[in-house]
């Protein structure tokens, strides 16, 4: 069954901790994103990829942390330098910049929660 | 930077209604106008989508029409259902090399039976 798998769904985490977001995919496609969803803003992008062993910065992206070593996966690091990490974190991928399609394919999204 | 605003932030209509959401975008060279669906606990899914060499685009209920020269563009549907409450997000591509999309800030939708 194709498709994108976010994990953990839930997590807490205390202050000063580092928390990893795991993201991977088996659609074969070459590009990934992280968005991070707060109510009342829609979704703004921490993170991209277009392929592997590169990424680039998106508009959210201080505190945070990416790497891409492998095709499928891309996990996003909350680092305890991200003063506001409590948020919704949508991780989504699609065929890439080559594509004129640009629709993107979401995984069902981490809960962070900063205690 | 690029910009996208989407109104409104709620809206209620009641079953068998149309509802209209409107988005406006700040880069005029934008090429690419997604709606994604994104029901209660569940991940956006695309709905529709629509290229700026098109006015308009019509896929049963859902429809969206693009207005180049004011650089906005809207999702319609018609005869709702329940089915259709959800928040929904609009999207611009602005031009360039990757594949970004700015998305606006979300419209909740209840349809109410």
């Known amino acids: 069954d194709g498709g994108i798998t976010q994990s953990p769904k839930y997590l807490f985490r205390k202050e000063g901790q580092n928390v990893t977001l795991s993201c991977e995919q088996n659609?074969?496609?070459?590009?990934m994103y992280w968005y991070r969803q707060d109510p009342g803003q829609g979704l703004r992008l921490i993170y991209y990829s277009q392929i592997v062993n590169d990424f680039q910065k998106g508009d959210i992206a201080e505190g945070y942390s990416v790497s891409r070593e492998k095709k499928e996966s891309f996990p996003l690091t909350v680092t305890s330098a991200q003063k506001n990490p409590t948020a919704f974190y949508l991780c989504a991928s699609s065929m890439g910049s080559s594509s004129h399609t640009g629709e993107l394919f979401f995984g069902e999204g981490s809960r962070l929660t900063v205690l | 930077g690029e910009n996208v605003e989407q109104h409104p932030s709620t809206l209620s209509v009641q079953e068998g209604d149309s509802a209209v959401i409107k988005c406006t975008y700040s880069?005029?060279?934008?090429?690419?106008f997604p709606w994604y669906k994104q029901e209660l606990g569940k991940r956006p899914q695309l709905i529709i989508d629509i290229r700026s060499n098109v006015g308009e685009k019509k896929d049963q209920r859902i429809a969206v029409t693009l207005n180049k020269t004011a650089k906005h563009f809207s999702l319609h549907i018609t005869e709702t259902q329940p089915e259709d409450s959800a928040v929904y997000f609009c999207?611009?591509?602005?031009?360039?090399?990757?594949?970004?999309?700015?998305f606006g800030a979300g419209t909740r939708l209840a349809v109410h039976p």
């Open positions: 999207a611009a591509k602005p031009s360039g090399g990757y594949n970004k999309l700015i």
């Open positions: 659609l074969n496609h070459d590009a």
């Open positions: 880069d005029s060279a934008s090429n690419y």
